[in-house]
């Protein structure tokens, strides 16, 4: 298991660190700005903010990376063929797929872990924090928190499951990262066809059913993805 | 066609059929390779010799028949029989970013049975730069770590699909004798599926043709080089030969020149000729494993 834990972050290795790369941006980039905007103006944006602010955006681009090494995780050995050397060895299929979800699962959940700890924890401890601020930087956490998730874990799911499926890792990718804007247009077109029936407003019914069906999705994409990964006879 | 069992089979296939759609890749194919021998497969592109080594290996599911290696059945225990054969293919696919090293180290977690030293000297053996990329080495070196790796196992089977495809003669000179060296250091049972016939006719005791699927023949090589011949035989005048001897492989008639390859030839052949037609002249020649392979197809394809 560990020589395959290893090929599996040699052969993501570029994406995993693309995803580091992407992790760590705004960290670098929100102090900065900060800090270039005090001088330039002698205004800052207190720490608790930013880092809050940094932790979202970092959030939000690991949406792009979980899609990524989900798109990657199968399809990537497989557009350069490098599958078809792996398959004549004898390893579990089982045993591959575990791997393969450690590596890209367990990526996403750290860079996940690291910024739920800054948002929750680091950023409304770091500095002076007003009573009104705290309760902004809450309600900001309380409301974008569930929606990074849920569409972080569509892509992913979806991504996955298109890397069993396909052999182009880019194609994978890009249908990950379109999904959730894919089932979000649908919603939006069925409270549309429902908007007389419903006492919903357009962006409450949305999220309710973006609440449901999104983890839904994602569950049943990446269980259909192992699947037909194990069922597979590669190449 | 003749096949001798003298010993358990190593590798079986029985009736085994591919289809892909409509088109038929291998049809009906029975072969079967006692242990100890060396069987060359041969036949033209396309014959289907690739998809029934993957079809042995468990890389392609059969729409029928069975195939063993060993007395496993790839279907229902891959990783088993990935253990104990070793496999070359025609293109070598090993990671691209890893160094030649790192793809040994990688392997060697696979088999319990991994040889380091035997892995170590056939490394130095072939003068592969263990410390290069995968995607650095020459074509030649590729198929040389291709077959470090399908032999540093200790395999009981070595399955080579045209392993020495656009290797310059050196190289495949080179890899042969890794090969040569692979079996004579102990009783293997060799597949070696090749486009080079001499190659083919060094390496194997036992041959097979296949053609569009189907065996045309599978035996001993020696016996299959003295027992085809092919016949030159002039006849008269307006004579037109129309039931040529029992064993035709492949005939062609011009002016008054009949030429026949035949198996098995006797006497009985010439007998045949001389008493059913004008025949002014008859001659026997040997044939060389590829006159013979090349009637085979040339055979097969006139009575298509």
Redesign the interface.
């Given at each position: 298991m560990?020589?395959l834990l290893?090929?599996d972050w040699?052969?993501n290795?570029v994406v995993l660190l693309a995803a580091a790369v992407g992790f760590l941006l705004p960290y670098f980039v929100g102090p900065f700005s900060n800090l270039a905007s005090y001088w330039r103006d002698g205004c800052y944006v207190v720490w608790s903010e930013l880092l809050t602010d940094c932790g979202f955006f970092s959030l939000a681009i690991s949406v792009l990376a979980v899609a990524f090494l989900g798109g990657n995780a199968i399809a990537g050995e497989r557009a350069?063929?490098?599958?078809?050397?792996f398959?004549?060895?004898?390893?579990?299929r089982a045993q591959s797929m575990a791997s393969r979800l450690i590596v890209v699962v367990g990526a996403g959940l750290l860079v996940w872990l690291i910024n739920l700890v800054v948002v929750y924890w680091v950023a409304p401890h770091v500095g002076y924090v007003s009573p009104t601020l705290a309760q902004q930087l809450a309600a900001l956490r309380h409301q974008t928190m569930p929606g990074i998730t849920l569409t972080a874990a569509l892509a992913f799911g979806t991504a996955w499951l298109c890397s069993s499926l396909l052999s182009s890792p880019s194609i994978a990718t890009a249908l990950g990262l379109v999904s959730p804007a894919l089932l979000f247009m649908v919603l939006a077109i069925i409270w549309d066809i429902v908007r007389g029936s419903t006492p919903w407003y357009e962006a409450e019914f949305i999220a309710f059913w973006y609440a449901i069906l999104a983890p839904a999705l994602a569950c049943l994409c990446l269980v259909t993805g192992c699947v037909h990964y194990l069922r597979r006879?590669?190449? | 066609m003749s096949t001798e069992p003298v010993s358990p089979c190593a590798i079986e296939l029985v009736g085994v059929t591919k289809r892909f759609g409509k088109q038929v890749a291998v049809q009906d194919l029975t072969l079967r390779i006692p242990a100890g021998r060396t069987l060359g497969l041969i036949g033209p592109n396309g014959a289907g010799k690739t998809t029934a080594i993957k079809m042995l290996?468990?890389?392609?599911?059969m729409t029928a028949g069975r195939a063993r290696v060993l007395g496993i059945d790839p279907a229902v225990k891959?990783?088993?029989?990935?253990?104990a054969v070793g496999?070359v293919?025609e293109?070598?696919?090993?990671?691209?970013?890893?160094r030649a090293a790192?793809v040994i180290?990688?392997?060697r977690?696979?088999?319990p049975t991994w040889n380091n030293p035997l892995c170590a000297e056939l490394a130095g053996r072939f003068e592969i730069d263990l410390h290069k990329k995968v995607k650095h080495l020459s074509k030649g070196s590729l198929a040389k770590l291709a077959l470090v790796l399908a032999l540093a196992h200790e395999p009981e089977v070595l399955i080579l699909d045209e392993p020495m495809t656009g290797l310059d003669p050196l190289a495949r000179e080179e890899f042969l004798e890794g090969v040569v060296h692979g079996l004579c250091d102990r009783s293997r049972t060799v597949l070696f599926s090749s486009h080079m016939l001499s190659d083919v006719q060094r390496m194997a005791d036992t041959i097979a043709i296949i053609h569009q699927g189907r065996l045309l023949v599978s035996c001993l090589t020696d016996d299959l080089l003295k027992t085809t011949k092919r016949i030159r035989a002039v006849v008269r005048d307006g004579c037109t030969p129309d039931q040529p001897p029992e064993g035709t492989i492949w005939q062609r008639f011009e002016r008054r020149e009949w030429l026949l390859t035949v198996r098995p030839f006797s006497p009985a052949t010439l007998e045949y000729l001389r008493g059913t037609y004008p025949v002014e002249n008859v001659e026997v020649q040997d044939l060389g494993l590829e006159d013979v392979f090349k009637d085979y197809i040339r055979g097969q394809k006139v009575q298509a």
């Open positions: 560990k020589a290893w090929k040699r052969v290795r350069d063929r490098s599958a078809e050397f398959a004549y060895l004898p390893v579990q006879v590669e190449p | 290996m468990g890389l392609l599911p891959p990783v088993l029989l990935k253990r496999y293919p293109m070598h696919f090993i990671y691209r970013a890893m790192e180290g990688f392997c977690t696979f088999y």
